[in-house]
């Protein structure tokens, strides 16, 4: 049998082993879509579309789900999951609002304005945030955020304030889009930066040679070339926000409450739950069916804002494809 | 390109003798067991001396989650024994047995540099219920500003048992954190100095955080296994059916056997043979 | 990549002219919201490298502080305190472990799907549908992948992969659960890096191939495959610095028990696949306050571990990047990352 493995193969039988493996790859996108849905449908069949709405305490519903064992009665499907598609609405779109400035000026710096050495250290500097794990950011938030905004920045009034509705312990909102700006901020960074990159010389030269300076050309020539891709990466950026689960979990204060702009700053600090760290903090309770099913629903839902995001950054990035070397 | 095929080719052996060996292993049995985190230290120490005991002729799959997700399990099969911190609810799915395999106190804790001495069950529930806000209310209390209530998931066995013992079965306040084990409850309370919470007796007994008093009897083993103090629970071990095999060998080694009893009675109490 | 070095302004920079004398024009000249976003610039740039540099010194400092050979060389300990609860010797070997058999699923998966679309890729709609399907699967979000595996491991099908319990119960957690979904987190660096890898082999070099009567398959072997090999090099570590950079593959589907738990009874290998364990970021996860165990000072330590091997993963690329001398840093960077 080896002896046959020697002889190369025919060509047909390999490009059919090679697609054969591309296929099997793509398959289990297919296998992950079909599970997680048929393992969501319970609360489909019970909730309609309605479980992203509100209506009662979510506590109260994710209580009765874990309190019932193998064969659940029809009422412990109910299931409204608006508090903590809020949540991560609020935290994602905060952090991307955050990490937006940031990296759109950090990208112009690394490609116009750095010098070579200041450059090639920024460069590092993003790869190396890019590829710190999401765990330590964690740990930083949890042992040194954390604490630092229940001792330092709530002040006794703002506790008082909302007294008897919700505990303020520092874990909250603001934690939690802090620590996901940063995460996410080196993937817009780098989208940027590709893009910017890409924009050919000969626009940036003849802006120059209209006499306009350097920073003018970059605003009305290169940024504004640029602004599709930033766009994009806003895009990816907040896939990957949506999705961070272990970040969200030990920071935000695992408290299915919904934060209330009537508050006013003391918003910032009050606790919350996102989709995905509500299945990290509950992923032990799979064992009952009901809950089971609604962990599943999130996670169906998290996945189909993934797809749609990334089939929008696609999207936007199609008029970029003219001038840009990598899509 | 043969350096390939040589490690193709013992990939291919590695998956031929995994195949096989499947087949010789099962000579040890293998008890899972899920659910309570507060028996959880207990039911690792019996388990290590158990397999000591009989040579490593039986392993243990311990894990945790709360006493519903336990017996949640157990009915489901996916467990042989489920570690329960509460007596039976009529909520359990029936057919389970459950065994009872110690008893332990339920201890009010507050964070260290909060040096609170005594609660009687009144104040308990004000401060549970949020009707008392401030540790200004609370007499004794050093700590100043909000109270923070800290509970636990309602997985949790100690949690039904503190709603029934302190607080006449009604529910703790809805602002509460809620954490999903003991040692997360630990945790919290060891950090944060207004916060108010309920443990075992062994884990509030670990230095990081300030038992309280209850009715002025203070939270220990010695006054639990005296019957002073009065908050007390028992851990079951719970089977699907009466338990048989390894896993029913286990249980009435935990009732009965002297070496258990003895590591029982290191933090908790062992149930008396009476009952 | 090449539009970057021949950057007007770059060739600037690099003649010493230096950023803030711009081409011809004084700072002075410029108006006020142009000098406000240069200066903005700036300190984003630099805002970027002092959170990096105070993550660094910070963990650096912790690590130093509460690292020790104990630490690395023991195992972790059923205990309430922190003196006791031992050292993250099995966490260390779980990372590894995890990782070979992510990489060991990942990379022949990944290569194969590259070639397979560069090089054969009939019917087009078909390598579109691949590769928008490997692009789905690098936009999920890890924490529905590990419920997924959940779902698939639960399976009675696949039970041999787990454990079943008495009562027939799947468990669906185990090390070959885990690292089958870890090659999932791993694929798309991967492919993306070898696919890029393999678009820019000449087509002259195929062409001199078969004209020397080779098959499209002894090409692939004898030319691409060798061509692209720092590009697997690269995707591979890339991989692999997903792979142990994951926590919540880990967390739902190896559980929370700290020692390696080999399946009792189990051959000696196999036992082990089929069993439990942790990882370096389980180990931080349940260590934290947010988890169980309660030791913040050796989450701290084990953070500290992990550093070092993703700083040490991100010199390996670059070393990598720099042998193929074909770009100026930043589209690794991006690679790195998206």
């Keep these: 049998m080896l002896s046959r493995l020697r002889n190369p193969w025919p060509d047909h039988r390999a490009e059919r082993m090679l697609g054969a493996v591309a296929l099997f790859a793509c398959l289990c996108v297919l296998a992950m879509i079909a599970l997680v849905a048929q393992r969501a449908w319970p609360i489909f069949a019970h909730n309609g579309l309605s479980w992203l709405g509100s209506g009662g305490s979510l506590k109260a519903q994710i209580e009765t789900m874990l309190a019932t064992s193998a064969h659940p009665p029809a009422s412990a499907f109910y299931f409204r999951a608006w508090p903590i598609i809020y949540g991560t609405l609020l935290i994602t779109a905060l952090a991307v609002l955050l990490a937006l400035p940031l990296s759109v000026l950090s990208a112009v710096f690394i490609v116009e304005l750095a010098p070579l050495r200041m450059r090639r250290v920024t460069v590092r500097v993003v790869r190396l945030l890019a590829s710190v794990p999401s765990v330590v950011w964690g740990l930083i938030g949890i042992l040194v955020l954390v604490p630092f905004f229940d001792n330092h920045i709530i002040s006794p009034s703002e506790r008082t304030s909302v007294e008897g509705t919700v505990q303020l312990t520092g874990a909250g909102l603001a934690p939690a889009v802090l620590v996901l700006a940063v995460m996410i901020t080196p993937i817009m960074v780098a989208l940027t930066c590709d893009a910017l990159g890409a924009v050919p010389p000969a626009w940036r030269e003849g802006a120059a040679a209209l006499g306009v300076n350097r920073m003018r050309a970059i605003r009305a020539v290169t940024l504004r070339a640029v602004r599709p891709a930033i766009v994009a990466a806003t895009v990816l950026a907040t896939a990957r926000a949506l999705g961070e689960a272990i970040v969200i979990s030990m920071v935000s204060g695992s408290n299915f409450f919904a934060p209330r702009p009537s508050d006013g700053l003391t918003f910032l600090f009050e606790p919350l739950r996102s989709l995905a760290s509500t299945i990290v903090d509950y992923h032990e309770g799979t064992s009952a069916p009901a809950l089971s099913a609604a962990l599943y629903a999130c996670a169906l839902l998290l996945l189909f804002s993934a797809f749609a995001l990334s089939v929008g950054g696609y999207l936007i990035k199609l008029p970029m494809r003219k001038y840009q070397t990598r899509g | 390109m043969h350096r390939i095929r040589r490690i193709a080719a013992s990939f291919a052996a590695v998956t031929l003798i995994g195949a096989a060996v499947p087949a010789i292993a099962s000579a040890t049995s293998v008890i899972t067991i899920s659910g309570a985190t507060a028996s959880f230290p207990l039911v690792q120490l019996l388990a290590h001396k158990y397999t000591k005991l009989e040579h490593n002729k039986v392993s243990f799959r311990i894990s945790q989650g709360g006493s519903t997700v336990g017996v949640n399990d157990v009915d489901a099969g996916r467990v042989t024994i489920a570690d329960v911190s509460r007596d039976p609810l009529p909520t359990d799915p029936t057919g389970l047995d459950f065994y009872p395999i110690a008893e332990y106190g339920i201890c009010i804790v507050t964070n260290k540099s909060n040096t609170l001495p005594s609660l009687n069950e009144a104040q308990i529930q004000a401060i549970f219920e949020a009707k008392d806000k401030e540790w200004s209310q609370v007499p004794g209390a050093t700590a100043s500003g909000p109270i923070d209530l800290i509970s636990r998931t309602s997985t949790a066995g100690v949690l039904t048992n503190f709603k029934t013992l302190f607080l006449a079965n009604k529910s703790v306040a809805s602002t509460a954190a809620e954490e999903p084990s003991e040692g997360a409850l630990e945790q919290q309370v060891a950090n944060d100095p207004r916060g108010i919470g309920f443990l075992s007796n062994y884990r509030a007994d670990q230095g990081t955080v300030n038992p309280v008093a209850y009715n002025g009897v203070a939270c220990t083993r010695a006054n639990v296994a005296s019957g002073q103090y009065t908050a007390t629970a028992r851990f079951y071990e719970v089977t699907k059916g009466e338990a048989t095999g390894a896993a029913g060998k286990f249980i009435s080694w935990v009732r009965t056997s002297k070496a258990a009893r003895k590591i029982i009675s290191t933090q908790w109490v062992p149930i008396k043979a009476t009952s | ?338």
């Design chain 3, 1 to 338: 990549m090449s539009t970057l070095v021949s950057h007007p302004i770059s060739a600037a920079d690099r003649s010493g002219i230096g950023p803030r004398r711009g081409r011809g024009s004084s700072m002075r000249t410029w108006r006020w919201s142009d000098r406000l976003l240069l200066l903005a610039a700036w300190a984003a740039g630099l805002t970027l490298c002092a959170i990096a540099a105070a993550i660094v010194l910070y963990m650096g400092y912790r690590g130093i502080q509460y690292l020790s050979p104990e630490l690395i060389f023991s195992r972790p300990q059923a205990s309430l305190t922190q003196a006791g609860s031992g050292g993250f010797l099995d966490p260390l070997l779980g990372t590894m472990l995890l990782t070979v058999i992510g990489v060991a699923i990942a990379a022949p998966l990944a290569i194969c799907s590259a070639l397979w679309i560069v090089e054969y890729g009939r019917p087009n709609w078909l390598a579109r549908v691949v590769e928008s399907g490997i692009e789905i699967v690098a936009g999920t979000p890890d924490i529905v992948i590990a419920f997924f595996g959940l779902a698939i491991f639960q399976l009675h099908l696949l039970s041999f992969a787990s454990e079943t319990a008495e009562g027939g119960g799947v468990t669906g957690r185990s090390f070959l659960a885990a690292g089958a979904m870890m090659s999932l987190i791993a694929l798309p660096p991967i492919f993306v890096t070898v696919r890029d890898g393999l678009q820019t082999v000449p087509s002259h070099m195929r062409e001199a191939a078969f004209a020397l009567g080779k098959t499209r398959i002894a090409t692939i072997r004898r030319v691409l495959l060798p061509g692209v090999r720092s590009n697997i090099a690269t995707g591979v570590t890339l991989g692999v610095s997903r792979i142990i950079a994951d926590t919540a593959i880990v967390i739902v589907l190896l559980g929370s028990t700290l020692r390696i738990s080999p399946q009792p009874g189990g051959a000696p290998v196999l036992g082990v696949l089929k069993g439990l364990g942790s990882t370096l970021t389980s180990y931080i996860y349940e260590n934290s306050p947010a988890g169980e165990g309660g030791a913040p000072q050796k989450a701290y330590a084990a953070a500290f571990v992990l550093m070092l091997f993703v700083l040490a993963l991100n010199l390996v690329v670059e070393r990598i990047s720099r042998a193929q001398a074909r770009s100026s840093g930043f589209v690794t960077a991006v690679e790195g990352i998206v």
